[in-house]
C-alpha cells in the first residue's frame, strides 16, 4: 500500500473516530449502535495502518502533502491549525497505535450489548459521547509531533476519562474521580512544565528540534525538567507514590472504559515517558535511571501483593495493571542501566520485551476487565465472596476467562511468558561479563520478578478459582447464564490474539525491529537472548502432543463410561455452598506472611444467639485492609491544603477597617520595598 | 465620534425616568444597549481592518484620532471596545428576561427597575470613555464613575449583606480611585517638570519620557501609587477584600459586566500608565515588571485556596476573576513578551465568566439563593443551563479547545524560561482552582435531592434567551481558541500587544 | 544412537520406574519404624486396579474437574522428557530451559490448586490455599538455583549444564562453589513433591494435608493419573538431583548398547539411594507447623540468593 | 535649608498649617456636628491657600478655589448633616480608640507623612515641599480616621478629609488643573458624597445600623 493510501486511511481512522463522538450525541436510540458501529470501523483501519507501519521496514508515515492546503505560491505547508504542525506515525508510536485500535474494535463491539443491558445506570449518550473522544484524544497523542499538539490531546484524554469515571453519578465514582482529577492534572502541569523545560520554553518546537536544544542544557535545570517527566508520566501509569488513584478510579468507570483505561491508556503513559527517553534526551543521568527501577520494582511488587489480598474483582484487576506496569518500568530502568553500563545485548532485549510485555499486557487485561463486567452485569456485585459456580454455568465464557487469567500470570504458552522469559533470559545471559555494580542489581532485579511472577500466579488463580469454580455462593450467581454473543465474542477474540500473539512472538519480535532477538536466519520460530533460546510454537505442539497421548492412554487403559456423580464427600454431612473457600481465606497465608507491610486487621465479631448461653454465637468476620500509601501521603496532603485554605479564607473577615487597613499597608509596604 | 457614543448611553439612561410602563423600560434598555454597541464596533473597526487586510497596522503613537485629539483608539483599546460592545449586549437582553422575572415575582419595585435602567447605560458608557481617554484626568473620572454608577446597582436588593457589600465597595474602590489620582498628578508632575505643560494627555506623556524628559526618581513614586490604587479596582489580593462581597450581590447581568469586562478596562489603564513609566524608565519593564509579578503571584495563590472552602458559587466565580486577573498580571511579569498571553486571555475570560455568571443568575431565579447546600440536584431539574454552565466552566479552566488554554499553555511556556519557581507554583495554584471549582461545581450539579419534598416544585425548564446568549459566547471562545492557534490569529494578537510595547518583536 | 532414541529410552525408563520411587520411601520409612512394611512395587498394582474402577464425579465441580488430571500429569511427563534424568543431549533437550521449566512446574501446580478448589470442599479450599502459597513462594527460589548453575556452566538449559560434564556427578566436582545452589534445589524438592518438612504424604489428618487435600475428591482412574503424576514428578526431581550431586554414567549420543544398561541400571540405583535418603529425613525430623514453613521458604530463597552470589563471585576469582 | 520665602508665600504656609490643625482637631472629636464643622472650615483655609496661591501662580486658580467653597464648603457637608438629620442618627460617634489616644494616632501619622515628605523631597522643587507635607499629612489622616473610626459617617468625613489631602497636592504641584478636570473631580466627588449618604440613611432607616462593626455579614 503507497503511503497516500495509508494516510488516507489513518485520517479516516481518526476522523471517524470523533464522527462517532457526534453521531453518539443523536437524540434518536439508535445512535448508540450506530457510533459504536463507526468507532469500531475506523478503529479497524487505524489497526491496519498502525500495523502496517510497525512492520514495515522504518516505513515513517508523515500525512502527505497531498492532504495539505496548498499555500497561494505553491509551497505546501502543513495545515494552519496547530502552529503548522505535522501529524505522523513512525514505527515507535505505530505498535502503541495498533494495540489502541485492536482494542478499540472489540471494546466498541462490548459496548453495545453492555450500555444497552445498563442503559438505567448510565446516560448512554454522554457515555458513547466521552469513550469517542477519550480514544480520539489518545490516537491524537500517538499522532502529534509537537509539545503543543502532544500536551492538547493529553488534557483532553485527562478530561474524557475524568467524566467517564464519574459517568454512574455514586458517591464513590465522584470520589474516585476527584482524586483521579488531582493526580492526572498535576502530571500534565508537570510534564508541560518539563516539556517546556527542556525545549527551552518555545511553544512550538517540534520533537525533533528538542533533541538538538537538550544536550546544553544547563545541568540543574536538566534534572528538574526529568524530575517532573517522571513524576507526570509515572501519576498518569500508576508507578507506586502515585499509583493511589489507579485502584479507585478504575473500577468506578463503565466496564468497558475501564478496560480501556487499564490496556490502553496506561501504555500511552509509557509510549509518551519512551518518546521523551529514548528519542528526545542525548544521555540520561545515572540517578535517574536507578530511580526508574527502583520505582518499577515497588510498584510492582506493591501492586502485586495488594492484588492478592484484594476481594473486589475489578481492584484486584487494577492492581494486577500497578504490577504489570511496574514490571514495564523495570525493564525499561534495567535497559537504560545496561546501555549506560555497555552490555548492548540486554538493552535492546529489555527494551523490546518491556515493549511486547505493553502490547500483550493491553490485549489481556482489556480480556480480564470485559469478562469482569459480564461477571459483574450476571452476579450484580464486585466482591468475589458473591461469585462462584459460574464455569459449570457459562463453561464457553469461563474457558475463555481461564485462558486469560493464565495469561495475565505470565504461564508459558501465552505472550506475557514471551516477554517475561526474554527479560529473565537476558538479565541471567548478561549476568556473568557484566560491572559489578550492575551484577548486583541484576540479583535484585531476578530475585524480585520471580517474587512477583509467583504472586501474580497465585492473585490470579485466586480470582478465577473464587469466581468459578465449585458452587455458587449467591442465588444471582446460580442463576448465571452464558453471556449472549455481545460480550462473548470480544473476550474470546483476545484469548485467541493472546495465545497466537504467544506462539508468533518470534515472528512479531522480529517485524517490530528487534532483529537480532529473534533472528531470521532462524527462521523467526526462536527467541535467542543471554544463551538461552525459547522456541514457542515447539513447545506448545510437545504439551499439546503429550496431552493428546495421555487423552488416548486414558481411554485405552480404563472405560470411559463408567462414571457416577455425587455430592462431594464431606465426611458424611451434605456440602453447602458456604464451606467453600472464600477469596479472604484463600489469601489468609500471604496476609499472614507479609502482615508487616499489609497492616489488615481482622475483625471477628460474635453475637450470642440466646441471651445466657454466650457460647453458642454467630460469628462475622469483616477485612480491613488499610490503604497505607493513602493514608500516610495523601490524606495528609488533603486536609493540609484545607487548614491553608481556612486560614487564607480568615483574611476576609467582614470588618472595613481591616480592609481599609490592608490597602495603606500594601502601599506603605510596596513604597519601602520598591523604592 | 465616541462624544455620540456617550450621548446615546445618557440618552438611555434618562429614559428610564420617562412614565412609561415596565415593558416598555426593558425594551427601551436594549435598543439603547444595541445601539451603543452598534457605533462602538464601527468606531472601532479600522483599528482591526488594518491587521486583517495584512498590512502593517496604524498603531503608532498617534492613534486613530491624531496626535493631540481628547480620544485615543489603537488596537488594543478597539479590542476592548469590540468587547464592551459584545458583553454589555448580552448583558441587556439577559437583563430584559431577568427584571421581568424579578418583577413578575415581585422582588424588584418599578423604581428599582428605573434605577437598573439608568445607572447600567451609565456605567457601559463610564466604561467606554475609560477605553477611550487620552486625557489622564478623563480616565480618572470615568474610572472613579464606574465606581458610582455601580454602587446602587449592588445595593439593588435592599438586603442587608448587598447594602453592606454597596458601602464596602464604594468606600474601598474610592479610597483607592484617590491613591489613584494621587499616582496620576505625580505622573503629570513628573512629566511636565522643565516646561509647562497643561496638556495631560498620555500621548504627550510618551512623547517627553522617550524624549527623555521624565523625572524617574518620581516617576516611580507615581507607579508606586498607582499600581496600589488602581490595584484595589482590578482586586490584586492584599486588596481584594471588595470584590467577593460586590460581583457576588449585584443581579447577574451586572456583575456579568462587572467581573467580565469592568476588571480588564481598569487594567488596560493601568497598562497605560505602566507604558509611560517604562519609557520613562528605560529599562523595557524590569523594575515595573516586578510588581505585576509579585501581585500576580499572590492573586493567583491566595483566592486559589479559598476557594477550596468557599460555599458561596457567586463568590466562587467572584474569587475564580481575581485569580484570573492575577493571572493576567503574572503574564505581564514574565517581561516584554509576556503582554502577547495576557492579551490573548482577556477576551477568553471575559467572555467565559460573564456567560458563568449569566447561568449563576439562571440557577439563582430558580433555587432564589446563591449559597450553595439548598441548590442541589441542578442536572436534572435545569438540564440546559447546567450543561452550558458545565461546559463553559470546563472552557475556564483551560481545557484544550478553549483560549484560555492557549493563553495560559504560553504564558507557562515563557514563565518557565526565566521564573521557574513561580510558575511551578501558579501551576500547582490552577491545579487547586481547577479542583476546587469542579467538585464545587459538581456538588451542586449532581447532588442528587433527598427527598421529593425538599426537591420543591420547580417548572419545567424552558428554552430562553440566557442559554442562547450562553451558547453564542461559548462557541465564540471556543473560536477565540482555534483563531490564536492560526498564524494570522497569532499575527493579530502580536500587534495589540505591541500597542503596549512598542519594542516588541 | 541419535537423540530421539535417547529420548524414547529416557521416557520409558522414568515413566516405568516412577511408580517404584513411592513404594520404595514408604517400604523403607516402614523399615525405618520397625514394620515390615508393603512390598515396593505395591503402586504398580494400586494404580492397574484403581484404572478398572468407577470415576465418581463431583456434582459442585465444572469442566475444570475433568482437565485437572490431564494437566498435572501432562506437566509431569513433560518434565520426566525434558530434562537430563537418564540420558543428556535427547531431542527435546534446547528446551529445557530452566525458565520454562519452572513454569510449567508452576502450570502444574497451579491446575492440581484449581481441581482443588473445584470440588467445593473446605479440606480441598484448604489444601489449595497452603500449596499455591508454597509454590509462589518457592518461584524465586527456583529461578536463582538454575540461574547460578546457568551462571556456572554457562548454559541456561538444564540439559546443557548437566551435559557438560561427561560423567552426571562431575558438576560438583568441578564447580563445588555450587554446593550451596544445589543444596537449595533439594529444598525445592521436598517442598514441591509435599515431603517432610513442608507436608506429611502420609497423613490421613485433613487438617494437615497440603497435596493430598486437593486429590480428597478424585477416585478411579482420574485418582491413579493424580497418583501416578506426583509420583513421577517425585522422581524427577530425584533423579535431577542425584545427575548433579552423585557422579554415575548417562547415556550420551556417543554411548554404546553396553552404557545403556549401565546407565539404566545406574539410574535405578541413584533412585533408590535417593528414595532411601528421603526415607531417613522423613523418619528423622518432625513436620513444621503449616505458618512456620514461611522460615523454610525464605531460608531456601536466600541459600539460593548466596548461591548466585557465590557464582558471581566465583567468576571474579 | 531655609530659603528666604517671599510675603504670599508666608501666608500660604500660615494657611497650610491652619488647615493641618483643623484635621488634626477634626480626627479627635466624637460629635457627628463637629466633625463636619470642622471638616467645612478645613475646606474654607484650602480655598484661602488656594486664593493665596493664586496671587504668584496663573488665576485658574480663583476658580477652583471658588469651587472649594462652593463644593467642599457648603455643599458636601450639607449633604451629610441633612441626611444624617432625616435618618435621625444619633450624633454619638463611636471608634475603636477612646479620644485622647486618638489625638495620639494623628501624631504618628503626621509624624509619618513628615518622613514621606522627606524622602520624596529631592525629587520636587523648593517651594512646593511644605505643601507636598501638609498634603501627605491630610492624606494619611484621613486614612487613619477612616481605619480607625466605627460609624459610618466619620469614615465618609475621614474619606473627605483624605480627597482634601489630594486637592492640595494637585494644587502644590500642578499649580492649576485644566478646567475640564477640575470640574470633573468635584462632580464625582460630590456624586461620592451623595451614595454615601444615600447608604448610611437606607442602612439606618431600614436595619437601624449606625456602626460598621454590625456590618461583617460577608464572611469568607
Same mark, same amino acid.
Given at each position: 500500500?503507497s ?33 459504536n ?19 514495515g ?28 504542525m505535522?501529524?505522523?506515525?513512525d ?7 495498533s ?8 471494546v466498541?463491539?462490548?459496548?453495545i450489548p ?7 445506570s ?8 466521552l ?56 502530571g ?17 518546537s ?8 537538550t ?5 540543574v ?36 472504559v475501564?478496560?480501556?483505561?487499564s ?15 529514548l ?11 536507578l ?16 492484588a ?6 475489578k481492584?484486584?484487576l487494577?492492581y494486577s495493571s ?8 523495570t525493564?525499561?530502568?534495567?535497559g537504560?542501566?545496561a ?20 502490547a ?8 480480564l ?13 464486585r ?11 457459562m463453561?464457553?465464557f469461563?474457558?475463555?476467562?481461564c485462558?486469560?487469567?493464565?495469561s ?5 504458552p ?8 526474554t ?7 548478561a ?14 532485579i531476578?530475585?524480585a ?5 509467583g ?9 478465577f ?7 455458587p455462593?449467591?442465588?444471582e ?8 454473543p455481545?460480550?462473548?465474542i470480544?473476550i474470546?477474540?483476545?484469548a ?6 504467544g506462539l508468533?512472538?518470534?515472528l512479531v519480535?522480529?517485524k ?8 531470521a536466519?532462524l ?15 515447539s ?23 463408567f ?6 464427600w464431606?465426611?458424611g ?40 448461653n454466650?457460647w ?7 477485612l ?12 495528609p ?30 502601599l506603605?509596604?510596596?513604597l519601602?520595598?520598591?523604592? | 465620534?465616541?462624544l ?18 415596565e ?16 457605533l ?11 491587521v ?18 481628547l480620544?485615543y ?26 427584571l421581568a422575572?424579578e418583577?413578575?415575582e ?14 447600567v447605560?451609565?456605567f457601559v ?17 470615568a ?10 446597582l449592588?445595593?439593588f ?5 448587598a ?6 465597595? =464604594?468606600?474601598?474602590c474610592?479610597? #483607592? /480611585?484617590? &491613591?489613584?489620582? %494621587?499616582? $496620576?498628578? +505625580? ?23 522617550t ?11 507615581a507607579?508606586?501609587?498607582?499600581f ?6 482590578i ?6 477584600a ?10 447577574s447581568? =451586572?456583575?456579568?459586566?462587572?467581573? #467580565? /469586562?469592568? &476588571?480588564?478596562? %481598569?487594567? $488596560?489603564? +493601568?497598562?497605560?500608565f505602566?507604558?509611560?513609566?517604562d519609557?520613562?524608565?528605560?529599562d523595557?519593564g524590569?523594575?515595573?515588571g516586578?510588581?505585576f509579578?509579585v ?5 493567583i495563590a491566595?483566592?486559589?485556596l479559598?476557594m477550596?472552602?468557599q460555599?458561596?458559587y457567586?463568590r466562587?466565580l467572584?474569587?475564580?476573576s481575581?485569580?484570573?486577573?492575577g ?6 511579569g ?15 475570560h ?19 439563593t ?17 450543561l ?6 470546563l ?10 488554554f492557549?493563553?495560559?499553555m504560553?504564558?507557562?511556556?515563557f514563565?518557565?524560561?526565566d521564573?521557574?519557581?513561580?510558575t511551578?507554583l ?23 435531592a ?10 419545567a425548564?424552558?428554552?430562553?434567551v ?5 451558547i ?21 494578537m502580536?500587534s ?10 | ?18 511408580p ?21 512395587w505395591l ?7 484403581m ?48 525458565i ?35 509454590v ?10 538454575f ?7 554457562g ?7 548437566i551435559?557438560g560434564?561427561?560423567v552426571?556427578?562431575?558438576?560438583l566436582?568441578?564447580a ?16 514441591e ?6 507436608d ?23 485418582l ?19 545427575n548433579?550431586?552423585?557422579p554415575l ?11 545403556v ?5 545406574s539410574?535405578?540405583?541413584k533412585?533408590?539411594?535417593m528414595?532411601?535418603?528421603v526415607?531417613?529425613l ?5 513436620k513444621m ?15 539460593a ?13 | ?20 490643625l ?14 463636619i ?13 488656594l486664593?493665596?496661591m493664586a ?8 476658580l477652583?478655589?471658588?469651587g ?9 457637608p ?5 441626611s ?9 460617634l463611636?471608634?475603636f ?17 513628615v ?16 505643601l507636598?507635607?501638609?498634603?501627605f499629612?491630610?492624606?494619611f ?12 459617617y ?35 466627588i460630590t ?7 444615600v ?14 462593626g ?7
Open positions: 500500500m503511503l497516500t493510501t495509508l494516510a488516507i486511511a489513518l485520517v479516516i481512522s481518526v476522523v471517524g473516530t470523533f464522527a462517532a463522538g457526534l453521531v453518539a450525541l443523536w437524540p434518536d436510540p439508535r445512535a448508540h449502535r450506530a457510533s458501529i463507526i468507532l469500531a470501523v475506523s478503529a479497524a483501519f487505524g489497526a491496519v495502518v498502525g500495523i502496517y507501519v510497525a512492520t521496514s522504518n516505513v515513517s508515515l508523515i500525512v502527505p502533502e497531498a492532504l495539505y492546503p496548498v499555500a497561494a505560491d505553491g509551497s505546501a505547508h502543513a495545515w494552519p491549525m496547530f502552529y503548522g505535522v501529524f505522523g506515525l514505527r515507535f508510536s505505530a505498535i502503541f497505535f494495540i489502541l485500535s485492536v482494542v478499540t474494535v472489540l466498541a463491539v462490548y459496548a453492555y450500555l444497552e443491558h445498563y442503559a438505567a448510565y446516560n448512554v449518550r454522554s457515555v458513547n459521547a469513550t469517542a473522544l477519550f480514544i480520539f484524544g489518545m490516537q491524537g497523542v500517538l499522532l502529534s509531533t509537537n509539545i503543543f499538539g502532544f500536551m492538547t490531546f493529553w488534557e483532553i484524554i485527562s478530561i474524557a476519562s475524568f467524566f467517564l469515571v464519574l459517568a454512574d453519578g455514586t458517591e464513590a465514582s465522584r470520589k474516585a474521580g476527584f482524586l483521579y482529577l488531582i493526580i492526572t492534572h498535576i500534565a502541569g508537570a510534564i508541560m512544565s518539563g516539556l517546556f523545560l527542556l525545549s527551552g520554553g518555545a511553544l512550538l517540534d520533537f525533533s528540534v528538542i533533541a538538538l536544544v544536550p546544553e542544557l544547563p545541568e535545570t536538566f534534572s528538574i525538567a526529568l524530575g517532573l517527566l517522571l513524576f507526570g508520566f509515572g501519576s498518569k501509569a500508576g508507578l507506586v507514590p502515585f499509583h493511589v488513584w489507579l485502584p479507585e478510579a478504575h473500577p468506578q468507570a463503565p466496564t468497558h475501564s478496560a480501556l483505561m490496556g490502553v491508556m496506561l501504555k500511552i503513559a509509557v509510549y509518551g515517558f519512551l518518546r521523551v527517553l528519542f528526545m534526551l542525548p544521555g540520561v543521568p545515572m540517578w535517574f535511571v530511580t526508574i527501577v527502583v520505582l518499577g520494582v515497588i510498584s510492582a511488587i506493591v501492586g502485586v501483593l495488594y492478592v489480598l484484594e476481594r473486589d474483582i481492584r484486584l487494577a500497578i504490577e504489570n506496569l511496574g514490571l514495564i518500568f525493564m525499561i530502568g534495567v537504560l542501566l546501555g549506560q553500563e555497555g552490555s548492548v545485548d540486554l538493552t535492546q532485549a529489555a527494551l523490546y520485551a518491556a515493549l511486547f510485555l505493553a500483550s499486557h493491553a490485549i489481556f487485561k482489556t480480556g476487565f470485559l469478562s469482569s463486567g459480564v461477571i459483574i452485569a450476571a452476579v450484580h456485585s466482591r468475589l465472596e458473591a461469585m462462584g459456580g459460574l464455569a459449570q454455568r463453561p464457553m469461563s474457558v475463555a476467562v485462558v486469560l487469567a493464565l495475565a500470570a505470565a504461564m508459558p501465552f505472550a506475557p511468558f514471551m516477554a517475561e522469559w527479560f529473565l533470559q537476558a538479565v541471567v545471559g549476568l556473568t561479563e557484566a560491572t559489578p555494580m550492575l551484577k548486583v542489581a541484576l540479583v535484585v531476578l530475585a520478578v520471580g517474587f512477583v511472577a504472586l501474580a500466579l497465585f492473585a490470579m488463580v485466586k480470582m478459582a473464587i469466581a468459578f469454580l465449585a458452587k455462593r449467591t442465588d450467581a446460580a442463576a448465571a447464564v452464558e453471556p449472549k455481545g460480550f462473548l470480544p474470546v477474540v483476545l485467541f490474539i493472546s495465545l497466537i500473539l508468533f512472538s518470534p519480535l522480529n517490530i525491529g528487534a532483529v537480532d532477538l529473534a533472528p536466519d527462521g523467526t520460530q526462536v527467541i535467542s537472548t543471554g544463551g538461552g533460546g525459547l522456541a514457542p510454537l513447545l506448545f505442539l510437545v504439551i499439546a502432543g503429550i496431552s493428546l497421548a495421555l487423552f488416548l492412554l486414558r481411554r485405552l487403559l480404563s472405560d470411559v463410561k462414571e457416577r456423580s455425587y455430592q462431594t464431606d465426611c454431612q451434605p456440602t453447602t455452598p458456604r464451606m467453600e473457600y472464600t477469596a479472604t481465606a484463600f489469601s489468609a497465608p500471604i496476609r499472614f506472611f507479609f502482615r508487616f507491610f499489609l497492616r489488615a486487621q481482622k475483625v471477628v465479631t460474635a453475637t450470642p444467639l440466646t441471651p445466657n454466650p453458642v454465637a454467630s460469628r462475622t468476620m469483616s480491613l485492609v488499610s490503604q497505607v500509601w493513602y493514608d500516610r501521603l495523601y490524606a496532603i488533603g486536609s493540609g491544603v484545607t487548614r491553608l485554605a481556612g486560614l487564607v479564607g480568615r483574611l476576609q473577615n467582614g470588618s472595613i477597617q481591616f480592609y481599609i487597613s490592608l490597602i495603606l499597608l500594601a506603605l509596604v510596596t519601602i520595598v520598591a523604592l | 465620534m465616541p455620540i457614543l456617550v450621548l446615546i448611553l445618557a440618552m438611555g439612561a434618562v429614559t428610564a425616568y420617562l412614565p412609561l410602563p415593558r416598555r423600560i426593558r425594551d427601551l434598555g436594549v435598543v439603547a444597549a444595541a445601539v451603543s454597541s452598534a462602538a464596533v464601527y468606531i472601532a473597526w479600522p483599528a482591526f481592518e488594518a486583517l487586510g495584512t498590512d502593517s497596522f496604524i498603531n503608532g503613537p498617534t492613534g486613530i484620532f491624531g496626535p493631540g485629539a480620544w483608539l489603537d488596537s488594543l483599546a478597539a479590542m476592548m471596545m469590540l468587547l464592551i460592545a459584545t458583553i454589555s449586549l448580552s448583558s441587556a437582553i439577559i437583563s430584559h428576561r431577568y422575572h418583577f413578575r415581585k422582588i424588584v419595585s418599578l423604581t428599582d427597575i428605573r434605577h437598573y435602567y439608568s445607572m447605560p451609565l458608557a463610564s466604561m467606554y470613555v475609560a477605553v477611550l481617554s487620552n486625557n489622564v484626568g478623563l480616565l480618572w473620572v474610572i472613579e464613575a464606574t465606581t458610582l454608577s455601580t454602587t446602587l449592588v445595593a436588593y435592599r438586603k442587608r449583606s447594602i453592606e457589600a454597596a458601602w464596602k465597595y =464604594v468606600l474601598l474610592s479610597l #483607592g /480611585i484617590s &491613591l489613584g489620582l %494621587v499616582g $496620576v498628578l +505625580l505622573t503629570t508632575y513628573a512629566a511636565g517638570q522643565n516646561g509647562v505643560n497643561s496638556s495631560l494627555l498620555l500621548s504627550t506623556f510618551r512623547d517627553i519620557a524624549a527623555g524628559g521624565v523625572n524617574t526618581e518620581l516617576m516611580k513614586w507607579f508606586v501609587f498607582l496600589i490604587g488602581i490595584g484595589t479596582k482586586g490584586f489580593v492584599p486588596m481584594h471588595w470584590l467577593p462581597d460586590a460581583h457576588s450581590k449585584t443581579p447581568p =451586572v456583575s456579568a459586566l462587572l467581573s #467580565g /469586562i469592568l &476588571l480588564n478596562v %481598569v487594567l $488596560v489603564s +493601568l497598562l497605560r505602566r507604558q509611560v513609566a519609557i520613562a524608565l528605560m523595557d524590569a523594575w515595573t516586578k510588581f509579578l501581585f500576580g503571584c499572590l492573586s491566595i483566592p486559589a479559598i477550596v472552602i460555599k458561596n457567586k466562587l467572584a474569587y475564580s481575581i485569580e484570573h486577573m493571572l493576567m498580571a503574572f503574564a505581564i514574565l517581561g516584554p513578551a509576556g503582554i502577547i498571553p495576557a492579551v490573548m486571555h482577556m477576551p477568553g471575559a467572555l467565559l465568566k460573564s456567560s458563568l455568571f449569566v447561568g449563576a443568575g439562571e440557577i439563582f431565579l430558580m433555587y432564589k446563591t449559597d450553595s447546600a439548598p441548590v442541589i440536584d441542578v442536572w436534572k431539574r435545569l438540564p440546559k443551563t447546567a452550558l454552565f458545565l461546559l463553559t466552566l472552557m475556564l479552566l483551560a481545557v484544550p479547545p478553549s483560549a484560555v492557549v493563553s495560559e504560553i504564558m507557562i511556556g514563565g518557565l524560561r521564573y521557574l519557581l513561580p511551578l501558579v501551576v500547582v495554584s490552577l491545579t487547586v482552582a481547577f479542583v476546587a471549582m469542579t467538585r464545587h461545581i459538581y456538588a451542586m450539579f449532581f447532588n442528587p433527598l427527598t421529593t419534598a425538599s426537591a420543591g416544585h420547580m417548572p425548564e424552558k428554552w430562553n440566557t442559554h442562547v446568549i450562553m453564542i459566547q461559548l462557541i465564540a471562545a471556543v473560536a477565540l481558541g482555534i483563531f490564536y492557534l492560526t498564524p494570522k490569529g497569532l499575527e493579530l502580536v495589540i500587544a505591541q500597542s503596549l510595547n512598542s519594542g516588541l518583536l | 544412537m541419535n537423540s530421539i532414541v535417547l529420548t524414547v529410552i529416557q521416557i520409558l525408563v522414568v515413566l516405568l520406574i516412577a517404584l520411587s513411592i513404594g520404595l520411601t514408604r517400604f523403607f520409612k516402614a523399615r525405618f519404624q520397625g514394620r515390615h512394611g508393603a512390598v515396593p503402586p504398580y498394582l494400586t494404580y492397574a486396579t484404572m478398572k474402577k468407577e470415576n465418581v464425579i463431583s456434582t459442585s465441580g465444572s469442566w475444570m474437574l475433568r482437565t485437572t488430571p490431564y494437566a498435572v500429569l501432562g506437566s509431569a511427563v513433560f518434565l520426566a522428557i525434558v530434562l537430563p534424568l537418564v540420558a543428556t543431549g535427547g531431542a527435546l533437550a534446547p528446551s529445557s530451559n530452566f520454562v521449566v519452572a513454569a510449567v512446574l508452576a502450570l502444574g501446580s497451579a491446575f492440581l490448586v484449581m481441581g482443588g478448589l473445584d470440588t467445593g470442599s473446605a479440606f480441598g479450599g484448604m489444601g489449595s490455599s497452603r500449596e499455591m502459597t508454597i509462589s513462594l518457592l518461584e524465586p527460589t527456583v529461578i536463582l538455583t540461574a547460578a548453575f546457568a551462571l556456572a556452566t548454559s541456561s538449559a538444564i540439559d546443557g549444564m551435559a560434564s561427561s552426571a556427578g562431575e558438576l566436582i568441578t563445588p562453589y555450587l554446593l550451596l545452589s544445589l543444596l537449595a534445589l533439594v529444598l525445592v524438592a521436598l517442598a513433591n509435599a515431603r517432610y518438612p513442608v506429611n504424604a502420609a497423613t490421613h489428618l485433613e487438617l494437615t494435608m497440603v497435596h493430598e487435600a486437593m486429590v480428597l475428591d478424585y477416585s478411579g482412574p482420574y491413579a493419573m493424580m497418583e501416578y503424576a506426583a509420583a513421577l514428578k517425585l522422581t524427577v526431581f530425584a533423579l535431577l538431583v542425584a548433579f550431586a552423585m554414567p548417562l547415556i550420551m549420543t556417543s554411548s554404546s548398547p553396553l552404557d544398561l549401565l546407565a539404566v541400571g539410574t535405578i540405583l533412585l533408590v539411594i528414595m532411601f535418603a526415607a531417613l522423613e523418619s528423622t525430623i518432625a507447623r503449616f505458618y512456620r514453613v514461611q522460615e523454610f521458604l525464605t531460608g531456601a530463597f536466600f541459600m540468593l548466596t548461591g548466585l552470589a557465590l557464582a558471581l563471585l566465583s567468576q571474579l576469582l | 535649608m531655609i530659603t528666604t520665602f517671599t510675603s504670599s508665600e508666608v501666608t500660604t504656609i500660615a494657611l497650610a498649617v491652619s488647615f493641618l483643623c484635621a488634626f482637631l477634626g480626627s479627635g472629636k466624637f460629635r457627628l456636628g463637629q466633625i464643622r470642622y471638616y467645612a472650615l478645613q475646606s474654607l483655609f484650602l480655598a484661602g491657600l486664593v493665596s496671587a504668584y501662580g496663573d488665576e485658574h486658580l480663583y477652583s478655589a471658588l472649594v467653597i462652593i463644593f467642599k464648603v457648603i455643599l458636601i450639607a449633604i451629610i448633616s441633612t444624617a438629620k432625616r435618618s435621625s442618627a444619633s450624633g454619638r463611636t471608634s480608640v477612646r479620644p485622647a489616644p486618638s489625638y495620639f494616632v494623628s501624631g504618628i501619622t503626621l509624624l509619618l507623612a518622613l514621606a515628605g522627606m524622602s520624596i523631597a529631592p525629587a520636587l522643587e523648593e517651594t512646593d515641599l511644605i507636598t507635607v501638609t498634603a499629612a491630610a492624606m489622616l484621613g486614612g487613619a480616621m477612616m481605619a480607625v473610626r466605627r460609624d459610618l466619620s469614615q465618609i468625613i475621614g474619606f473627605f478629609t483624605l480627597e482634601n489631602g489630594i486637592a492640595i497636592l494637585a494644587a502644590a504641584t500642578l499649580g492649576a488643573i485644566p478646567l475640564l478636570a477640575e470640574v470633573g473631580i468635584f462632580f464625582t456624586i461620592g458624597a451623595l451614595l454615601m449618604s447608604l448610611s440613611r437606607r442602612l439606618k432607616e431600614l436595619y437601624a445600623v449606625e456602626d460598621t454590625e456590618l461583617r455579614e460577608l464572611v469568607d
